[in-house]
């Protein structure tokens, strides 16, 4: 075959892609109706996932099943995981009565171990309970990729808010009241 008879074809075929490529999108665009915007009204159930405490006891989000809980994923090594811990510790007196918090180191076993992150934890006089995610579990259940990620979970067990980076202590107060609905 010639290259002038390559080309034709070629472009033949071109043409047609083109034509099926915007017929198609004419189609599509006059049976496309886009839906309401409902982010208000729709939420997204929290999914459970399993950690550990202090002591190594596994502990799942559901078993704060009717309360209201936060979650903040974090590491020693993160600059901005430790200012927002700062934030987190000045909100936590006010309320731990209401709302259960969990702290969540990603105990990589490298870079932070649980007796590592313990020793922080203590020597920065946190107050508010810490949990080590040792196999990834949490974090794998919620797609963390990057660290401080913090959620805030209601009572009814449904996310209100979601933000990656660290939080100012009015931040996390804003998100607590809603939250908490107030």
Same mark, same amino acid.
Do not use: H
């Given at each position: 075959?010639?290259?002038?008879?390559?080309?034709?074809?070629?472009?033949?075929?071109?043409?047609?892609?083109?034509?099926?490529?915007?017929?198609?999108?004419?189609?599509?665009?006059?049976?496309?109706?886009?839906?309401?915007?409902?982010?208000?009204?729709?939420?997204?159930?929290?999914?459970? #996932?399993? *950690? %550990?405490?202090?002591?190594?006891?596994?502990?799942?989000?559901?078993?704060?099943?009717? =309360?209201?809980? &936060?979650?903040?994923?974090?590491?020693?090594?993160?600059?901005?995981?430790?200012?927002?811990?700062?934030?987190?510790?000045?909100?936590?007196?006010?309320?731990?009565?209401?709302?259960?918090?969990?702290?969540?180191?990603?105990?990589?076993?490298?870079?932070?171990?649980?007796?590592?992150?313990?020793?922080?934890?203590?020597?920065?006089?946190?107050? #508010?309970? *810490? %949990?080590?995610?040792?196999?990834?579990?949490?974090?794998?259940?919620?797609?963390?990729? =990057?660290?401080? &990620?913090?959620?805030?979970?209601?009572?009814?067990?449904?996310?209100?808010?979601?933000?990656?980076?660290?939080?100012?202590?009015?931040?996390?107060?804003?998100?607590?009241?809603?939250?908490?609905?107030?």
């Amino acid at each position: 075959m010639s290259g002038k008879k390559k080309t034709i074809i070629l472009i033949i075929v071109f043409v047609v892609v083109m034509a099926g490529a915007f017929f198609g999108y004419s189609y599509l665009s006059k049976r496309y109706s886009p839906k309401e915007d409902t982010s208000e009204t729709q939420m997204i159930a929290a999914p459970d #996932f399993t *950690v %550990y405490n202090a002591d190594g006891e596994p502990v799942k989000l559901s078993d704060f099943k009717g =309360s209201p809980v &936060v979650l903040n994923f974090w590491a020693t090594w993160c600059t901005a995981c430790k200012s927002g811990l700062v934030a987190y510790n000045k909100i936590y007196d006010k309320y731990k009565d209401r709302v259960n918090f969990m702290m969540i180191n990603m105990t990589d076993g490298a870079r932070d171990t649980v007796d590592g992150a313990k020793a922080f934890a203590e020597s920065m006089g946190y107050k #508010f309970p *810490v %949990y080590f995610d040792t196999e990834y579990n949490a974090a794998m259940v919620w797609g963390i990729s =990057s660290i401080p &990620v913090s959620v805030f979970i209601n009572a009814d067990g449904f996310v209100t808010n979601g933000y990656i980076g660290a939080l100012s202590e009015a931040q996390v107060e804003e998100c607590i009241q809603k939250m908490l609905g107030e």
